[in-house]
């Protein structure tokens, strides 16, 4: 959109109009909880995934595998989390004069440097950045920006703005390295258009235990339906093909997961796992109030981690916290989604850190839109433009990167991008996938220096 | 007892295949009758059943709903009492959604069912921002009551009905500052598709629709004329247009409409196609001549194409298709889904698709979307439980011999593949298992 206006949404109600719409995201058990532990399945399965994921050694003592490999795990907030009030430009007159009530505190702000503080509800972001974890990248964005969610997500997952294309930019990716889809795992029941190739997506796997129903007769069986025909429809190869992907998923992964079922390696609080759906619905449905301990992230990334500490080789992990669209009444509901993702992100990088698998892990951290600069007359933000991303990681150079955008020099109000968004993409291509970003970004884009 | 079905007859299959795009699949007893009437027949009798009564969904019993509660009154309460009533929203969502699936397994007319779930798709609008499920059930009831006549009217309709309203900021967008929220999906995606408008037929109309109001408590639409723009734009080229009924009069009447929206039912019920492709040609002049869905509906139904190859293996069942037709099947009742109604729910959601939950106002993807391993074994675990709790008892009674073609009876599966008839032959002497083979072999889940 070019033209003088934007939205802005709805004074009354928090509008969400995106992904994290979900209602129940703990749900994964169906009718039926199926309890036996696959046994028989050998039978129809080769080694492949198994050696593809493990390196081929026994999964038993969470050890196996060649050398620590770097992995990228993508945290996809929906909503457009609003940046100005995450990374905050605390001793900018305008930030002040503009934000109004909703502008924090300067004596709250956890400062970083150069004028900028974190939220005061990310200490841990705050101890990432001291122990020089954390990279801030400033001013991320794209020309022409949109401020439909729905497109703004399109661009950034597709990794092509302007032109829709159908296909992610990690989707390419598996397409271009003919990757097993079982090299990204994307936590639950569908697949994002990041990692959606034309010929290989990622696999989904359930945000719990991964346990097949049934009795070891019914699984085999299941396996040799899952075979497929020659002569298949392409719809019923492909449903046979993501059956198959699920097979190789228990057989490689389900082990791993059965122990995480009674590992923690988050230290999340017993009520985590089992009421953070419900209560994300409960904050999302009220504008805020849900428990800092029911966190809907760490409960995914707590099972990314118990991935690669058993020593999974897959080299992508896709996770996602909703609930930021804040055009009403921004400063509970933000500050309770903030404190989730600061919780999970640093359990998790704390987890990983030292370790044989996890120490070359990278955390990227994006958003679909920054929020307007001037806050509205409901203590909310509307949709803007210019947005920070993280990267967060053992191995990660800590700092600042890119110009921070201009609090005056703005456009329709909003911040204006000093940094392509594909520069992020091509980093993580190119320094934590170790492949030439190019083929699958359609250009060059210049990486940053921050793994 | 001997169920002949490998190799039943082409009519009996091309009357299944419309049973399940035009419904959620046919029952044994269902089919011999559909089969007998003949496909045209069947047609017709489906169609005709788009505005008529219908005492079997009718029978589900409507839940109750708590009226809205206006933000300034929420805003006010105390933490306790927001969690509460948040409690008592999602106990009403649960319920207004085992209400929908109930009608889909109990409707005597399941086209109307299916066409009021298409339309859902269609008008993509989630409960995670309307919030009320009174609100949801009313746009619900539209889509049930004006779904099959004018497309004009039913858009018009939709627009001003209190779920979109809420759905797409209608309350924000004032003259002074417009919101064009609204403006873009109802020419992206309600009515015309990308490409056909520019982003100044965007912003001439969100100044029509400017004022456009709901009142958050009784739902009661109005249009403010202080916040209303009366100032004559050009929409779509045509000068002097001031209302947002003339908007969506335009948008609706386009060429581009014409096209559209012939290709999105298509896409609902053959295979996805674009605007451009030659079975919308097919049947654009058609429709434009009169907006008409039952009448569009009734034109996909006998074009060739929907009944060859490509539109038999064309689509992969969307979860509540699945699961409806799976519940349809084994003769699950609405009162037995009422004993379990966070289950199906949770069942769902491990599918991938909640009904009045969509993941964006771009709605659901198609296919490839739900082939998740993900969604895989959410299905599983649906069809293992379902099978012990459901009536299974045509293939029970069955002789071994005969139950993998008795399952296929069941499901109205024209033929199994080799892979799954063999794997299927091997659990002969466990029913329960066989069928939950059977439900989530590549045959049942994508056809």
């Known amino acids: 959109m070019t033209g003088t206006t934007w939205p802005e949404h709805s004074r009354d109600e928090p509008a969400e109009a995106t992904r994290n719409g979900n209602l129940d995201r703990r749900a994964f058990l169906g009718l039926a909880g199926g309890t036996a532990v696959l046994g028989a399945l050998g039978v129809a399965l080769g080694q492949r995934a198994f050696d593809a994921l493990l390196g081929g050694a026994a999964a038993a003592d969470g050890a196996m595998g060649s050398t620590a490999g770097s992995r990228l795990v993508l945290v996809t907030l929906y909503g457009g989390n609003d940046g100005l009030n995450t990374v905050i430009p605390y001793q900018d007159s305008a930030y002040a004069a503009a934000r109004g009530s909703l502008a924090v505190d300067p004596t709250n702000v956890l400062q970083l440097s150069d004028g900028f503080g974190l939220h005061p509800g990310m200490p841990g972001f705050k101890k990432l950045w001291d122990a020089k974890e954390l990279a801030i990248v400033q001013g991320v964005g794209f020309a022409d920006p949109n401020y439909s969610h729905f497109e703004s997500m399109d661009i950034w997952q597709s990794g092509v703005p302007g032109s829709p294309e159908p296909t992610g930019w990690l989707g390419r990716w598996l397409d271009g390295t003919r990757s097993s889809p079982l090299r990204a795992i994307a936590l639950g029941p569908t697949v994002p258009t990041a990692l959606s190739g034309e010929h290989v997506q990622a696999a989904a796997i359930p945000v719990g235990p991964l346990v097949l129903p049934g009795s070891a007769l019914e699984q085999a069986l299941y396996a040799a339906v899952a075979r497929g025909d020659a002569d298949d429809a392409a719809l019923l190869a492909e449903a046979a093909s993501s059956d198959r992907v699920l097979l190789e998923l228990r057989q490689s992964l389900g082990p791993i997961l059965d122990r995480a079922a009674t590992s923690n390696p988050l230290h999340l609080s017993d009520e985590s796992t089992e009421a953070a759906g419900a209560a994300a619905n409960l904050a999302n449905a009220n504008g805020g109030g849900g428990q800092a301990s029911d966190n809907v992230l760490a409960a995914q990334l707590s099972v990314v981690a118990?991935?690669?500490?058993?020593?999974?080789?897959?080299?992508?992990?896709?996770?996602?916290?909703?609930?930021?669209?804040?055009?009403?009444?921004?400063?509970?509901?933000?500050s309770t989604l903030l404190g989730q993702l600061d919780g999970a992100v640093t359990a998790f990088v704390d987890a990983l850190r030292g370790t044989r698998h996890g120490s070359n892990t990278v955390v990227l951290v994006y958003t679909e839109f920054g929020r307007r600069l001037a806050a509205n007359a409901s203590a909310g933000t509307d949709h803007g433009w210019a947005n920070v991303a993280f990267a967060a990681g053992p191995s990660v150079k800590g700092g600042f990167y890119g110009e921070p955008p201009s609090l005056t020099k703005l456009s329709e109000g909003n911040t204006v991008y000093t940094t392509d968004f594909r520069s992020l993409y091509a980093t993580m291509l190119g320094g934590v996938?170790?492949?030439?970003?190019?083929?699958?970004?359609?250009?060059?884009?210049?990486?940053?220096?921050?793994? | 007892m001997a169920v002949a079905v490998q190799g039943t007859s082409t009519a009996t299959n091309l009357v299944a295949h419309l049973f399940r795009r035009a419904g959620f699949g046919a029952v044994p007893d269902q089919?011999?009758?559909?089969?007998?009437?003949?496909?045209?027949?069947?047609?017709?009798?489906?169609?005709?059943?788009?505005?008529?009564?219908d005492p079997g969904a009718d029978a589900v019993p409507t839940p109750v709903f708590s009226i809205p509660v206006p933000a300034a009154q929420r805003r006010a309460m105390d933490l306790a009492a927001r969690h509460a009533l948040s409690a008592q929203l999602h106990h009403e969502f649960v319920e207004l959604t085992t209400w929908w699936l109930g009608r889909m397994m109990a409707t005597s007319n399941p086209l109307k069912e299916k066409l009021t779930f298409l339309l859902h798709g269609q008008f993509p609008t989630g409960i995670s921002k309307v919030r009320y499920p009174a609100y949801m059930y009313g746009q619900n009831q539209l889509f049930r009551a004006q779904g099959s006549g004018d497309f004009d009217t039913l858009t018009q309709a939709v627009a001003a009905d209190p779920a979109m309203l809420l759905w797409l900021d209608a309350n924000s967008n004032k003259e002074s500052d417009p919101n064009e929220n609204f403006a873009r999906e109802l020419m992206e995606r309600f009515t015309m598709g990308i490409g056909n408008y520019t982003q100044d037929d965007v912003r001439a109309a969100a100044y029509c629709f400017t004022g456009w109001r709901v009142d958050p408590k009784t739902g009661t639409f109005s249009i403010a004329s202080r916040q209303h723009s009366t100032t004559p734009q050009t929409f779509l080229g045509v000068n002097g247009v001031n209302s947002g009924q003339q908007v969506i009069d335009l948008a609706t009447h386009s060429h581009a409409s014409s096209l559209f929206i012939p290709s999105r039912l298509w896409s609902f019920l053959a295979y996805p196609v674009m605007p451009s492709d030659p079975v919308v040609a097919d049947l654009a002049p058609a429709y434009s001549a009169d907006r008409n869905i039952g009448n569009l509906l009734t034109a996909i139904f006998q074009h060739p194409q929907f009944t060859e190859s490509g539109s038999l293996q064309g689509l992969v069942?969307?979860?509540?298709?699945?699961?409806?037709?799976?519940?349809?099947?084994?003769?699950?009742?609405?009162?037995?889904?009422?004993q379990t109604p966070a289950a199906l729910v949770q069942a769902l959601s491990g599918m991938g698709q909640v009904p009045f939950d969509p993941p964006s106002v771009g709605g659901w993807p198609q296919n490839s979307y739900w082939l998740s391993a993900s969604a895989a074994l959410a299905r599983w675990k649906f069809a293992h439980g379902l099978t012990r709790k459901g009536d299974i008892s045509l293939v029970v009674d069955a002789s071994p011999t005969d139950r993998v073609d008795a399952a296929a009876a069941l499901l109205a599966i024209p033929r199994w593949g080799p892979a799954t008839s063999g794997a299927l032959q091997r659990a002969a002497?466990?029913?329960?298992?066989?069928?939950?083979?059977?439900?989530?072999?590549?045959e049942f889940v994508a056809n």
């Open chain 2, 317 to 338: 069942k969307q979860p509540t298709e699945y699961v409806v037709g799976s519940l349809r099947a084994l003769g699950v009742t609405p009162t037995d889904l009422a």
């Open chain 1, 306 to 334: 118990n991935l690669i500490l058993a020593g999974a080789t897959a080299d992508v992990y896709s996770v996602e916290l909703g609930g930021f669209d804040t055009h009403a009444d921004q400063e509970p509901v933000q």
């Open chain 1, 433 to 451: 996938l170790g492949t030439d970003p190019k083929p699958f970004l359609h250009g060059s884009f210049p990486q940053l220096d921050l793994v």
């Open chain 2, 31 to 53: 089919l011999a009758a559909a089969s007998t009437a003949g496909y045209d027949a069947t047609v017709s009798s489906l169609v005709s059943g788009l505005t008529a009564p």
């Open chain 2, 429 to 442: 002497n466990d029913p329960p298992t066989l069928v939950t083979l059977a439900l989530v072999s590549p």
